[in-house]
């Protein structure tokens, strides 16, 4: 993985900028080529997701770090869509109840994945437990072509760069998780954490963190999408 790492330290001494201006970088470069990395953060509105127990929100979480890395992809010239850009569902206005809002908000992010079938989709989430004990990010891989060797690298160059002592491997994500299951894209999401591990929850609320990360995560992206595409 010491390419990854290279990238890491590239990406890193790169990021001068405040995140509230990586708009405009991002935006000029989509606007010249088509879409290489669908960016999906996980959740959002009334479906917030996980809840940590001392109430944090999972999708407030998964949407700063979705922003970190579309942020990361424009400074590396890579164009990128993000999913939602704000703490909203997606789903369509004649989806009334919660269930019908999360089947709504599901099938419209397939669709638009399903859209760009050349890009890869990168979902962002975080993880929950009913023991506080774990710990750890864990990437998780689509049945298509080339996903399990994105997953490997970017889990790889998480564990070398931020967590020495995860020793967790991508694994196949569960058929029962819609979005992966019905795409024709190359796909993987990434559990970053446990809000249910009060240490990992503080790291995860924290800015600078949420931007190694994020970095970490594009840096694996960049290493295994060149090597896989």
Not at 122 to 129: A, C, G, I, R
Request: proline letters at 5%.
């Amino acid at each position: 993985m010491a390419a990854g790492i290279l990238v890491l330290g590239a990406v890193l001494g790169g990021l001068a900028w405040r995140w509230e201006g990586r708009a405009s970088t991002a935006a000029a470069i989509r606007d010249a080529s088509g879409v290489r990395w669908i960016i999906d953060a996980g959740h959002g509105g009334e479906d917030g997701g996980a809840v940590s127990p001392g109430g944090v929100v999972e999708s407030r979480i998964n949407l700063e770090i979705a922003r970190r890395v579309d942020g990361i992809f424009g400074f590396c010239g890579e164009p990128a869509l993000m999913l939602r850009t704000e703490d909203i569902s997606l789903h369509d206005p004649e989806a009334v109840s919660l269930r019908e809002k999360k089947a709504s908000d599901l099938h419209n992010r397939a669709g638009t994945a399903s859209s760009y079938p050349e890009a890869t989709l990168l979902s962002v989430h975080q993880n929950m437990f009913q023991q506080s004990r774990y710990r750890g990010t864990q990437v998780f891989y689509a049945p298509t072509q080339g996903s399990q060797e994105l997953a490997q690298v970017i889990q790889g160059v998480v564990r070398e760069s931020l967590q020495p002592d995860n020793s967790r491997e991508s694994k196949p994500i569960p058929d029962t998780v819609y979005l992966m299951n019905h795409i024709p894209n190359r796909a993987v999401l990434v559990e970053c954490g446990f809000l249910s591990n009060p240490g990992e929850e503080g790291l995860l609320q924290d800015p600078n963190y949420q931007t190694k990360l994020a970095a970490a995560i594009a840096a694996g992206c960049l290493v295994g999408g060149s090597a896989s595409s």
